[in-house]
């Protein structure tokens, strides 16, 4: 029998604790995370709960069983591997908490993506909401609907959704220059870069990603500060979904 263990597959990572790899290791395909195995899926949709398109590290079995896990629940959760036209990974203008500039989405009209598909229970959302500081006033993140036709949400059985979650990031992301958003490169790359040109980074997390992840994940008001550089240096742009937001960042689409 085929060990579907996260550790045998190499999916076990928590970025979390290791910020420096994120966004941790992401499945070859779909799967249903159960406790500490990834099993197949028999089917790409479930109408009793609700679809997040996962940008960075929700994507990481390994991170979404230590979230859930967390508090206490261990309840099946569907991952599907899915085709996702108008979306794309950009880079947050914020420091995480963990120790690491973490993906954002941004829009991408006409581009496709791989991407996967959440599909969360009632327990579940409420866990992964609380990890992105949706109900925070000031959290960095808002849970958003993307709505078809604007955003395309292909499963692999070739059917589309009309519309899915994802959570964007309320302080916009970084461009590359250019006033586009910059995509991620991983988290060492990008640390390097930031680190390289931007001297106030340096100043407040040293000058290697080892040292700003050691500093970030230690000290919340750093993080703070370093989302400040970012603002205050210019770095900073739309990244094209925030007209999506609400006020309390999830309210649900109509049912019909």
Request: proline share 9%.
């Given at each position: 029998m085929e060990d579907r263990t996260l550790a045998a597959l190499g999916l076990d990572m928590v970025p979390r604790?290791?910020?420096?790899?994120?966004?941790?290791?992401w499945p070859r395909e779909s799967g249903l995370l159960v406790g500490d195995r990834l099993l197949p899926l028999e089917r790409w949709a479930y109408e009793d709960r609700v679809p997040v398109i996962s940008i960075g590290s929700n994507a990481c079995p390994g991170q979404l069983r230590d979230k859930l896990a967390g508090s206490g629940i261990t309840t099946p959760l569907p991952m599907v591997r899915a085709r996702v036209t108008g979306v794309g990974i950009g880079v947050s203008a914020h420091v995480s908490r963990p120790g690491y500039v973490?993906?954002?989405?941004?829009?991408?009209?006409?581009?496709?993506?791989?991407l996967f598909v959440l599909w969360l229970d009632s327990r579940q959302l409420t866990?992964?909401?609380a990890s992105e500081g949706v109900p925070l006033p000031h959290g960095n993140f808002r849970r958003a609907w993307l709505p078809a036709p604007d955003v395309r949400v292909e499963l692999p059985d070739g059917s589309t959704l009309p519309g899915a979650y994802a959570y964007v990031n309320r302080r916009g992301v970084?461009?590359?220059?250019?006033?586009?958003?910059?995509?991620?490169p991983g988290e060492r790359p990008l640390l390097t870069d930031l680190l390289a040109t931007l001297p106030r980074l340096r100043d407040l997390?040293?000058?290697t990603p080892e040292e700003f992840a050691a500093r970030a994940s230690a000290d919340r008001e750093l993080c703070e500060k370093g989302a400040r550089v970012f603002a205050e240096e210019g770095l900073v742009t739309a990244g094209g979904l925030e007209m999506y937001m609400?006020?309390?960042?999830a309210r649900a689409p109509s049912r019909r």
């Open positions: 604790e290791r910020p420096l790899d994120y966004p941790g290791a973490s993906n954002a989405p941004v829009a991408t009209t006409g581009r496709v993506s791989e866990v992964i909401d970084l461009h590359d220059g250019t006033g586009a958003p910059r995509t991620h997390f040293g000058t609400t006020t309390d960042g």
